[in-house]
């Protein structure tokens, strides 16, 4: 462009344009962009052609299958439904995920959130008034119970080298004790079930209306969308961030560059219990407004999935939460045409099992294509046109 | 067992550990016996010896146990199988299916045989296609649990017994007997001191001994004898150590990984069979996270044959103590003070003061405990496993050391 150009005739705008998409071009040539697509669709394609596999050996019929489950999610109740499962979906991937960043694998989320749930109500269920203070200190005490079971398996795994993925696994069993436990101490009858007090009304978290139902929008949604932000930013764009990271890939690298492991790695599991402590409110807080037996289990162990399958990016978890929640939502009408609802876990695990099978599969295509790329240029001496031409040619 | 004989591993490990002497061991395991005797005789928890706690322990180590040696062969291959639990449901399942109809052998092979396809699959996603050897078994256990359903429901759900979360009834395994066992339950009636404690623990292993517990029993030596005593298990530890080496002395290196999770994998189905034996049908959520717990014994037992069955049997021991008796559990406190009073004892004289305080600690909570009140409340009971697996690996010193090479991605001719 030249210096007297003021970028405002129509040539300069075509011209501008035409910068910005060879730019785009450059930086996300059209062939990555493609692998990029290919292996997630790939794989939900493969996951629909098993499922239907299996489907069809059950003698059940796919495309009636199929057509249920979209036809289910369209309507405003269920919708609503699965959007606040993704979000709860999606506060347990973060959490697991802050540990997966550092190689730490917290199984324990499933414990750390139901201790946390539970003392959340308690607290809730003790206080009244304060307005917004009264949420907020529920939301503290979850966060610091879940930070501190989670803190059990960090101290163990950096005082004692016990492995956290034992302690946590001990830990959840040991919580499902604990948690009925203290149930039964701090809980009131009602009914033939026991639960904490009710939270009065400041306590609660108002929820967002959606047209055509009466079922509300967890108002914990805000919360989620925040933490998913704050997460992109603390772990992309920070030094903190950077240095979890780095001790993950590389803890010699990490130790040489002077950062503390051991502290590392207590505050990676302090921070991953802090948020799994929240996966239990946007129920507690926006619904049920009492913690019982009846609370929702099994969220950390597909939170592990969801972290997977969105591999610790904030935005691949959550495209990854609504499709986990879409899944196992939807299939709830199954039954009433006659097919086991279980499909739908079948469903997620290949999936999940799929996708990453993609991605390894496109990762080494890619590794081909680029060594064909090298072996072109130095054959002619000069940059090849198909791939980035700033592209690092050396990969992992 | 095996763990006295055990011959060296296939690359040198830096820090070789020195191996227990079996006069040493045998001194230790009649010190803990005579101990165990005497809380036994000053709180009268009678079912912390009886017989049938031994043998309610024996039959819930065994399903904890073969999911341990499933660890096992995989991660001495180098493939890690956190998929333990799914394949172990499949086992259940499969048992189930043949089981009601076809006797609970042919149900057992079934098991087996899905639970080795379970480990097929895993097989191929982490050996063949490189994938993440975690995302891999999480998979596995998403899938296993929600296929066993819905097969339950287009099959058996409606046949009589059956429902739509359980199998019709499985007959029993046949079991066996040995002739002097009824005057071993007369002297254990007599609660002497260390006598009747000994006749209860022979008692229990030789009265209605299960022949699946035998065969599990067999499982585990042979297991044991092939993975150290067999080139072909020195190659397949060789596989989990350092797999570019193997590769480099001429081992098929894929080879070996595929059989070695594929076992894993049919070891689990053992187990899940065993599980649904006992219980005498296939139920929805049997395994109950047995597979997790296998995994812990296989490290608790550091990757070992011998010691991850002992790992087995304190969680089948603690597992049955709580089902039986309150009385007992209560009971386990004092034992478990005196047990962390030793552990304090040798913790200090190692030189680990903060470690031998913080055990002291915790004895000194459980004795107040211990006097304080009359029983354990109910749901803590069910806890004690866990926690006793907590504090044996975060107080008892213990220098474990995993495969090498144990869950990193092989792919052949890329050593560089």
Redesign the interface.
């Known amino acids: 462009m030249t210096s007297r150009d003021d970028g405002t005739g129509p040539a300069s705008q075509v011209r501008i344009r035409a910068g910005l998409v060879n730019r785009l071009r450059q930086r996300y040539p059209l062939r990555s962009v493609l692998l990029g697509f290919a292996a997630p669709i790939g794989a939900i394609l493969f996951a629909a052609l098993a499922s239907s596999a ?1 489907l069809s050996l ?2 059940h019929s796919p495309g009636d299958v199929f057509q249920t489950m979209f036809k289910q999610a369209g309507k405003p109740t269920p919708f609503v439904d699965m959007v606040n499962q993704a979000m709860v979906y999606y506060l347990s991937a973060v959490a697991v995920s802050i540990g997966f960043r550092m190689n730490l ?1 917290n ?1 324990g989320v499933e414990g750390q959130y139901s201790l946390a749930a539970l003392g959340a109500a308690y607290v809730g269920g003790q206080l009244t008034g304060g307005g917004p203070l009264h949420i907020v200190a529920e939301v503290v005490v979850a966060v610091l119970v879940g930070a501190a079971w989670a803190g059990i398996a960090g101290v ?1 795994k950096v005082y ?4 956290e ?3 946590t ?6 919580a ?3 948690g ?2 203290l149930l ?1 101490k701090l809980g009131q009858s009602s009914g033939n079930n026991i639960q904490t007090k009710p939270i009065s009304s400041s306590g609660q978290f108002p929820g967002i209306s959606y047209s055509g139902t009466h079922s509300k929008i967890f108002g914990f949604l805000i919360v989620a969308v925040v933490l998913g932000f704050a997460y992109w930013f603390i772990a992309g764009r920070t030094r903190f961030g950077f240095r979890i990271r780095v001790t993950g890939l590389n803890e010699e690298a990490a130790v040489a560059s002077g950062v503390n492991v051991k502290r590392m790695t207590l505050v990676a599991m302090l921070l991953s219990g802090g948020v799994a402590g929240l996966v239990g409110l946007p129920e507690l807080l926006g619904q049920t407004h009492t913690f019982s037996q009846t609370a929702q289990s099994g969220l950390g ?1 597909a939170g ?2 969801i972290a ?1 399958l969105g591999r610790n990016s904030p935005i691949g978890m959550a495209l990854a939460a609504v499709l986990w929640s879409f899944l196992g939502k939807s299939a709830n009408q199954l039954d009433f045409i006659g097919v ?1 609802r ?5 469903m ?3 999936i ?2 799929s996708v ?2 993609a991605y ?2 496109v990762r080494r295509y890619r590794l081909v294509l680029q060594q064909k790329d090298v072996a072109a240029q130095l054959a002619t001496g000069e940059p090849t046109e198909r791939d980035a031409p700033s592209a690092p040619v050396v990969t992992a | 067992m095996t763990t006295s004989t055990v011959a060296e591993t296939a690359a040198p490990a830096p820090r070789r550990f020195s191996r227990t002497s079996p006069s040493l061991l045998l001194v230790v395991a009649m010190g803990a016996f005579l101990v165990l005797s005497a809380v036994r005789t000053f709180t009268g928890g009678y079912d912390l010896t009886s017989s049938g706690t031994v043998a309610a322990g024996l039959s819930a180590a065994v399903p904890i146990g073969l999911a341990g040696l499933g660890g096992l062969w995989a991660e001495r291959s180098g493939v890690v199988n956190i998929g333990l639990e799914g394949m172990m449901i499949l086992g259940t399942w499969g048992c189930g299916f043949l089981g009601y109809n076809h006797g609970p052998w042919a149900g057992l092979l079934f098991g087996t045989l899905l639970g080795a396809a379970g480990g097929l699959i895993h097989a191929i996603a982490t050996v063949t296609f490189g994938v993440d050897h975690i995302i891999s078994g999480v998979a596995i256990n998403i899938i296993a649990p929600g296929l066993a359903l819905y097969l339950t429901k287009v099959t058996f759900a409606h046949y009589e017994g059956g429902g739509q979360k359980q199998s019709p009834p499985i007959n029993d395994a046949k079991a066996i007997t040995l002739p002097f066992s009824h005057w071993l339950h007369t002297i254990e009636d007599k609660h002497w001191f260390a006598v009747s404690d000994l006749a209860g623990l022979i008692g229990g292993v030789t009265t209605r001994l299960s022949l699946v517990t035998l065969l599990a029993v067999l499982v585990l030596v042979g297991s044991g004898w092939i993975l150290w005593r067999t080139a072909f298990g020195l190659r397949l530890r060789s596989c989990g150590e350092a797999p570019y080496a193997a590769e480099s002395l001429g081992v098929n290196v894929y080879k070996y990984k595929y059989i070695a999770v594929v076992v894993s994998g049919a070891m689990a189905g053992l187990g899940g069979s065993a599980l649904a034996i006992s219980a005498h049908q296939f139920r929805d959520g049997q395994t109950g996270g047995r597979g997790f717990i296998g995994l812990a014994a296989l490290i608790f037992g550091n990757w070992r044959p011998g010691s991850l069955a002992a790992g087995a049997g304190l969680f089948g021991y603690t597992d049955a103590i709580q089902l039986r008796s309150s009385a007992a559990v209560h009971a386990l406190l004092l034992l478990m003070a005196i047990a962390l009073a030793l552990i304090a004892v040798w913790q200090w004289r190692t030189g680990q003061r903060t470690i031998a305080v913080v055990a002291l600690v915790i004895a000194v909570l459980s004795v107040l405990w211990f006097a304080d009140t009359k029983k354990v409340p109910d749901e803590l009971v069910g806890t004690t496993p866990y926690v006793v697996t907590i504090l044996v690996l975060a107080l008892a010193s213990q220098r474990l050391r995993m495969p090498k090479a144990d869950g990193k991605v092989y792919r052949r001719g890329e050593g560089h």
């Not at chain 1, 696994?169 to 040991?174: K, S």
């Open positions: 299996i059950g003698g694998f199984i163990l004692r080298g016990v492995s993925v034992i302690s696994i001990m830990l959840n069993a040991i499902v004790g604990l009925s436990y039964h162990f592990i999935a997977l086991p279980e499909i739908a876990a079948i997620q695990g290949v999940l099992l990453v099978i390894e599969l």
